[in-house]
């Protein structure tokens, strides 16, 4: 008789209140053959909390493509393994992609334990809009590649939602304001769901100046939230940056265009040129059909 497949169960955590542990997240990680754990020893606090001994496997970004391949085989085998990370929802800015992708490709069940995720908890409670966000991790540690990540979501209408170092925070608002604008309203999650949580909330100058008021501030890894493009970028406004831009490319290269055209109207010059680019205004002047 062939031996039945195994299964895999992506289950969520507590990101720092012990008591966020769901019945059913607790019941599968006493059953379980294997937990694949982020940080072994992160997991083992969690699992003498609840008093469970189970066998615990490393499973982190640097050997995720070898222990994918011998998980995704003993899952095959039958075993049933749980796959968890620090704290939170394992994928979300944590590892474990390659591990399901792999267990998908062989056809074998996987199955959400679903909890806590600082991502929604932090968007739950930040008083910005949450009926459309963009998750976008950790952004990148150099200033330009920062920069750019956020030129190119400059007008991204919904919430947009990193997760960062309290070492890097300061310097990603500053990136904020002066990419994005200083009056995009902010939010910073931190010591999420534990005693001394806090929200601190403001424009992006404003909050620079709370955490240089307050170095507590900027311990461990925060939440940011910063609100997207409101109504400014509406379809009026659009007609009226399509009307300029046409103007000033009669005479002027799309580059230059997008220059002047961004101090008569204080909108972003990427976004001008990015505009430009989609009406057909090369770079040399005019409509790129004349």
Do not use: W
Request: proline content about 4%; hydrophobic content about 45%.
């Amino acid at each position: 008789m062939p031996q039945e497949a195994g299964v895999l169960y992506v289950v969520a955590t507590p990101i720092g209140n012990l008591g966020d542990i769901t019945d059913r997240a607790r019941k599968l990680l006493s059953e379980v053959d294997l937990i694949a754990a982020e940080d072994t020893r992160e997991t083992l606090k969690l699992l003498r909390h609840l008093g469970i001994a189970a066998k615990l496997v490393a499973y982190h970004e640097h050997n995720e493509e070898t222990m994918s391949a011998r998980l995704a085989s003993d899952l095959e085998g039958g075993a049933k393994i749980a796959l968890v990370s620090d704290a939170g929802t394992p994928l979300i800015s944590d590892p474990g992609y390659r591990l399901v992708s792999a267990a998908r490709a062989r056809g074998l069940t996987v199955v959400p334990v679903p909890g806590v995720s600082a991502l929604t908890c932090a968007l739950s409670a930040s008083g910005l809009p949450s009926d459309r966000f963009l998750f976008l991790g950790f952004p990148p540690r150099g200033a330009s590649q920062r920069r750019a990540l956020l030129e190119s979501v400059a007008d991204e209408p919904g919430t947009l939602v990193f997760y960062e170092s309290g070492k890097r925070v300061m310097a990603t608002l500053a990136d904020v304001r002066d990419t994005l604008g200083a009056d995009r309203r902010s939010v910073i999650a931190r010591e999420l769901t534990k005693r001394f949580e806090i929200f601190l909330t403001g424009h992006p100058g404003e909050l620079i100046a709370q955490l240089e008021a307050d170095a507590a501030q900027r311990l461990g890894e925060l939440v940011l939230l910063v609100e997207g493009r409101q109504a400014c970028s509406g379809s009026e406004d659009r007609v009226e940056l399509e009307r300029v831009l046409r103007v000033l490319c009669d005479a002027l290269p799309l580059s230059q265009a997008a220059v002047v055209a961004a101090r008569l109207s204080g909108a972003k010059k990427n976004r001008l040129y990015r505009l430009g680019l989609e009406l057909g205004l090369d770079a040399a002047g005019g409509d790129a059909g004349d």
